[in-house]
């Protein structure tokens, strides 16, 4: 059962670029996150959706950032004109929503490297 | 979201016993305890849950004391490997199913 693939694994744009990302989760996960993660900082939540629903994106820029997961393909989260402070890591979770007590475990990609030039 | 605290970085050396402390004052009745462990340039790695007394599997152990207003992930024995990231993070299952990652702390194994 193959994990969690993101990809690219490592993005260069020049400022002014979109950006796109792509996730595709665990088989049988209904449930995708996005995390950005600064250099030496913890993970930031972004976005949670699941198959054609944005549940939360309390996390997500107002400006320029989008994500989508489409009831067939990868989760995409989509950057528009980049500007050199997205230069960030850029993880995607899957979980199965298993329904049972306690919060799903989430299973991490191995994140894209996005670098803003 | 209940907040939590962590100490920033801790030392260890090789075959000793690690306990880290989260701090999470505010947790909610329904609210789990997860932990998840993140080497460089990898994604975090699911550790362990619980919800109050005492967890174990064949990572490690987790202790929550009746009031759940902390918790402590404990390694044993750990290796120069489990040098990472450890982040602890509170929330409850249910729909929104979103949980805060905070800073984490910072585990270095000495040989």
């Known amino acids: 059962n193959a994990g969690v693939m993101q990809n690219p694994r490592h993005l260069v744009r020049r400022r002014g670029q979109e950006a796109r990302l792509r996730c595709s989760p665990m088989k049988g996960h209904s449930h995708v996150y996005w995390y950005r993660q600064l250099p030496e900082e913890g993970l930031k939540f972004m976005v949670y959706?699941?198959?054609?629903?944005?549940?939360?994106e309390s996390g997500m820029p107002k400006e320029r950032f989008s994500a989508e997961f489409p009831k067939e393909g990868p989760s995409i989260l989509r950057i528009q004109q980049v500007v050199r402070g997205d230069s960030a890591a850029y993880f995607c979770a899957s979980s199965p929503r298993r329904g049972g007590l306690g919060p799903d475990t989430q299973y991490f990609g191995p994140g894209t490297r996005l670098t803003v030039l | 979201l209940a907040k939590t605290t962590q100490p920033i970085s801790m030392d260890s050396y090789e075959g000793q016993e690690v306990n880290i402390t989260c701090s999470h004052n505010?947790?909610?009745?329904?609210?789990?305890i997860t932990w998840y462990q993140q080497f460089p340039s990898q994604g975090p790695r699911f550790i362990i849950q619980g919800y109050k007394t005492k967890v174990t599997n064949e990572v490690a152990s987790l202790f929550i004391p009746a009031d759940r207003k902390s918790s402590t992930l404990s390694l044993p024995r750990v290796s120069l490997s489990d040098t990472a990231v450890y982040y602890c993070?509170?929330?409850?299952?249910?729909?929104?199913?979103?949980?805060?990652f905070g800073a984490g702390t910072r585990l270095t194994v000495k040989p």
């Open positions: 959706l699941q198959k054609e629903n944005i549940i939360d």
């Open positions: 993070l509170v929330g409850e299952s249910g729909p929104n199913n979103d949980m805060r």
């Open positions: 505010n947790i909610a009745t329904n609210d789990y």
